[in-house]
């Protein structure tokens, strides 16, 4: 009996798509193998949604990701994003803080032949801000299972994905097998803020012939995504006694006309839509979001500073710098039109994601592979689908040469208050992921 397992021709019954090349058996153990782990699964993700790994507290959770890959055997690589290494790459965005806590961790498989094709299975460790505590039902970092949800900060985006990517492997070795050919599994950050976390990877050297991406995105694959643009906006005013109100120049409301000019920049890019392929359809694909305003000093002076934090979108395609000329241009025609402003204009500073977006062309291998597994997991094929959101797939696409499958559980509340992932869903993309690895990299059997 050889050691490698070769995939079989047989197609499983009820798929909706291209049958299935693993051996129908094997694909149910696998299947099996994927529900037996699955309570140790579900404790492993609460884990780490008790570690609050928000932007510059991430080395706690990495640490924990550190030791789960290096337990299981992986040759794991931990350090910090150089700045240096990545900020000459064109998938670079600029940095305003401190990255001695912007860890990565990658846990890298290595078969005893290399007969399949390799593997990066990419997940991020960061997660946003919380909010008021008080607004949550229970507290965000204390996980609560309510019926098929599994609830915390992170839960969704994208904890689960991470523990799909861990115990998808695990599945396999319970089983006695593991990949014949190089898996790398990836911890990242900064993905909520700039991308920095998997280019800084890709700019290490970590290569592969496809890439998965669990991230929440309801049981289908993402087709294409925006670009986003991270900028802060300052205005300066005259500050003056409210008695005299009038004589003086309100940088909080001149903070106001600028937002409402963005508004019309916004609705201009969203009209620009059918020029570009998969978000014809879309309602709204461009978002702009004022997610941050801070100006003022006391509450009976008119304020000399207001400073406003933006996050817009933008297509495939568009390249960052000129979609921020554009930016630049509508602030300073609008700022022509205030008689403050336009002797003393807005400054504008880009903080976080400088990212183009992605398109991930139709029938490639890596696609038809997961259109199996999915179909052998879920007995229906797989959708896809365009989002207007940033994903980290846009680094392996745009800038590896790679085919970048972003495809993970159902969640609710991502960003919000309650975040929650579907126990169920969460079980069944493991095992579509698991199916993924072992057709895609074919199996050997474990070195006794």
């Known amino acids: 009996m050889t050691d490698t397992i070769t995939p079989a021709s047989a197609a499983p019954a009820g798929a909706h798509t291209e049958g299935s090349r693993l051996d129908p058996a094997l694909a149910e153990a696998i299947l099996a193998s994927v529900k037996q782990g699955f309570a140790e699964q579900i404790a492993f993700t609460q884990d780490l949604i008790r570690l609050p790994s928000l932007r510059g507290r991430e080395h706690t959770a990495q640490d924990f990701m550190a030791k789960t890959l290096r337990d299981r055997g992986y040759a794991v690589d931990r350090w910090a994003i150089d700045v240096d290494e990545i900020c000459h790459h064109p998938g670079f965005s600029p940095v305003k803080v401190d990255y001695q806590n912007a860890l990565n961790v990658v846990g890298t498989h290595r078969p005893r032949n290399e007969t399949g094709r390799s593997l990066i299975l990419n997940g991020h460790i960061d997660v946003v801000p919380e909010g008021p505590h008080d607004m949550w039902t229970n507290p965000p970092y204390e996980p609560v299972i309510e019926g098929d949800w599994l609830y915390g900060r992170g839960s969704g985006d994208m904890k689960a994905g991470i523990a799909v990517n861990v115990f998808a492997m695990d599945a396999l070795r319970r089983l006695g097998y593991q990949p014949a050919a190089t898996v790398h599994v990836q911890s990242v950050t900064?993905?909520?803020?700039?991308?920095?976390?998997?280019?800084?990877?890709?700019?290490?050297?970590?290569?592969?012939?496809?890439?998965?991406?669990?991230?929440?995105?309801?049981?289908?694959?993402?087709?294409?995504?925006?670009?986003?643009?991270?900028?802060?906006?300052?205005?300066?005013?005259?500050?003056?006694?409210?008695?005299?109100?009038?004589?003086?120049?309100?940088?909080?409301?001149?903070?106001?006309?600028?937002?409402?000019?963005?508004?019309?920049?916004?609705?201009?890019?969203?009209a620009r839509k059918t020029a570009h392929r998969y978000f014809e359809e879309l309602d709204h694909p461009i978002n702009l979001n004022f997610g941050k305003i801070e100006g003022g000093d006391w509450a009976s002076s008119v304020p000399a500073w207001c400073t406003f934090d933006c996050r817009v979108s933008i297509y495939p395609g568009v390249d960052p710098r000129d979609a921020a000329a554009e930016i630049e241009a509508c602030l300073s025609e609008a700022a022509k039109g205030d008689a403050f402003l336009a002797n003393?204009?807005?400054?504008?500073?880009?903080?976080?994601?400088?990212?183009?977006?992605?398109?991930?062309?139709?029938?490639?291998?890596?696609?038809?592979?997961?259109?199996?597994?999915?179909?052998r997991a879920f007995s229906r094929g797989l959708e896809s689908f365009v989002t207007p959101s940033y994903l980290d797939g846009r680094v392996f696409v745009l800038y590896g040469d790679c085919p970048c499958l972003v495809y993970g559980p159902i969640t609710a509340g991502v960003h919000g208050f309650d975040e929650r992932v579907s126990l169920a869903s969460m079980e069944r993309v493991t095992g579509a992921i698991a199916l993924f690895i072992a057709e895609w990299c074919g199996l050997e059997k474990i070195d006794a």
Request: proline share 4%; aromatic share 8%.
């Open 190 to 270: 900064e993905e909520e803020c700039t991308g920095n976390g998997a280019l800084a990877c890709l700019v290490r050297g970590y290569r592969a012939d496809a890439a998965i991406i669990p991230e929440p995105e309801d049981e289908m694959l993402v087709r294409a995504n925006v670009g986003v643009i991270w900028f802060k906006v300052t205005t300066r005013g005259i500050p003056v006694h409210v008695r005299e109100a009038g004589s003086g120049a309100n940088a909080i409301e001149a903070a106001y006309r600028l937002m409402q000019a963005l508004r019309r920049l916004e609705a201009d890019w969203n």
């Open 344 to 375: 003393n204009p807005p400054e504008i500073d880009y903080n976080g994601f400088f990212a183009e977006g992605y398109v991930l062309e139709e029938g490639s291998d890596a696609e038809k592979t997961l259109g199996r597994a999915h179909a």
